[in-house]
């Protein structure tokens, strides 16, 4: 008889959080949703309190917190602000913790879960990208297991965990975004509003402009070469539109390992959840049932495949991500933080589109070679890079 998992989801109302819930949804006998979180939007958190039925509910915006607590609070604890994140991330009762808050915000539940012993399903990339030396050290004295849920990731831990040969290089895809045909004359016109049409997943507004600047795959880089310990040399990023291979692993044999599958991120959140579930501890756990809800490849309606190397020259962006992995210490850090800020600024029509890498870039260049120290550290180094940004902003952007 199998036994449901626990599952705590930070950033439920999410679109890794609701796919989460969707999939939980299918397999209702194998998961529990055992607390949950939001932060603006009252209305969804409200639906998923009444369908799921959590013990414990955080909710980080304080006025969101109380539209919550007015309609749901018979039917479950609700708490509010970071403390509460917190709470949920080392929920007594939770197996399993889903990471898959927006940003930064991500970062002190996360060390929370692991320092409490949770395994996690990472989707939070920020926190690998700005923090990513001090959650392994986290992870190093813990029992935590973490298994990723960005598809590129999950694929190359699916590569990874299957074969015990001499890795060679690992290759991530791109889809290459909305722009990816795009000359630099008509990026510079790109409306936010198309920016955040992306051809092939359906996103948050954060991640969608990182696909269109390939800063998403720049920030994978990073969090790749966290997650699987490789030097930035031996990770390389692949442009292809079609989006069906997600993850590669080269082989010294000279074989190449592929995951594909249709683009619908609840295959590698189930897998990520399937994983977790079977190889937490004494309770029985049948992953072989779980479904993810995906539909399967067709291969003979003849479908190409096409790989493009990367142009470094329209997407910097990925070139600076590059860059600040050499740097090493805090660049990964300050370069996610200038991100973060840009691309507020570019969703509110404060600078333009080709003004996001040139903001990167201007905050990169100001670092100063200080190493990544306590979680104190990377907020002070955090804030440095934003008000960096914030400078820059007042000198070339423009308000609206
Ligand atoms: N979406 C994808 O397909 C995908 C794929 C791979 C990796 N990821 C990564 O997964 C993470 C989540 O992405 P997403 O696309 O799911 O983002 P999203 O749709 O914007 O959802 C973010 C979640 O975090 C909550 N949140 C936002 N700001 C917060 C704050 N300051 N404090 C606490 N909670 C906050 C949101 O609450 P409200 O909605 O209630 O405001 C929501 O539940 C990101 O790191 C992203 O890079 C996403």
Redesign the pocket.
């Known amino acids: 008889l199998s036994v449901a998992r626990n599952i705590s989801i930070l950033?439920?109302?999410?679109?890794?959080?609701t796919q989460t819930l969707d999939v939980v949804r299918l397999n209702s006998e194998a998961f529990n949703v055992t607390a949950l979180?939001?932060?603006?939007?009252a209305n969804?958190?409200i639906e998923q309190i009444r369908e799921f039925r959590p013990d414990f509910v955080a909710i980080?915006d304080p006025e969101t917190a109380e539209n919550v607590k007015e309609a749901v609070s018979d039917l479950c604890q609700i708490e509010v602000g970071e403390a509460a994140?917190v709470k949920a991330a080392s929920y007594p009762s939770a197996d399993i913790v889903v990471a898959?808050?927006?940003?930064f915000?991500?970062l002190k539940p996360l060390l929370a879960a692991i320092g409490c012993g949770k395994d996690v399903a990472i989707?939070?990339?920020?926190s690998l990208v700005a923090a990513g030396s001090l959650v392994k050290e986290a992870l190093g004295q813990s029992a935590s297991r973490l298994v990723p849920?960005?598809?590129e990731h999950n694929s190359l831990f699916q590569c990874l965990q299957n074969s015990k040969k001499g890795v060679r290089r690992v290759l991530i895809t791109a889809s290459g975004g909305p722009f990816l045909h795009h000359s630099k004359e008509q990026l510079m016109e790109v409306s936010p509003n198309e920016a955040v049409r992306h051809p092939r997943?359906d996103?948050?507004?954060?991640?969608s402009i990182d696909s269109a600047t390939l800063m998403n795959k720049g920030l994978e880089v990073i969090e790749a070469a966290v997650l699987f310990d490789l030097p930035a040399r031996m990770i390389e990023v692949l442009v292809h539109p079609q989006s069906l291979v997600h993850g590669m692993v080269e082989y010294l044999d000279g074989s190449t390992h592929v995951v594909m599958y249709e683009p619908d991120?609840k295959v590698a959140i189930s897998d990520a959840l399937s994983r977790l579930a079977s190889c937490s501890s004494d309770k029985p756990f049948h992953s072989e049932s779980l479904n993810s809800g995906c539909s399967f490849l067709d291969f003979s309606s003849g479908r190409t495949l096409e790989f493009i190397p990367p142009d470094f020259q329209r997407f910097p962006c990925l070139k600076l991500a590059y860059r600040s992995l050499e740097i090493g210490g805090c660049a990964p850090l300050v370069l996610n933080a200038a991100n973060e800020v840009a691309v507020e600024s570019y969703l509110a029509e404060k600078i333009g589109f080709l003004q996001i890498p040139m903001l990167v870039e201007a905050v990169l260049g100001q670092y100063d070679g200080q190493e990544l120290g306590s979680v104190d550290d990377i907020l002070y180094r955090d804030s440095w890079a934003r008000e960096q940004a914030r400078c820059w902003l007042r000198e070339y952007g423009h308000s609206k």
Not at 100 to 103: E, H, N, P, Q, R
Not at 203 to 207: L, T
């Open positions: 950033g439920a109302t999410g679109s890794i959080g979180t939001a932060n603006k939007n969804l958190a980080a994140l898959a808050l927006v940003g915000s991500c989707a939070n990339k920020e849920v960005d598809s997943w996103m948050g507004a954060k991640i991120m």
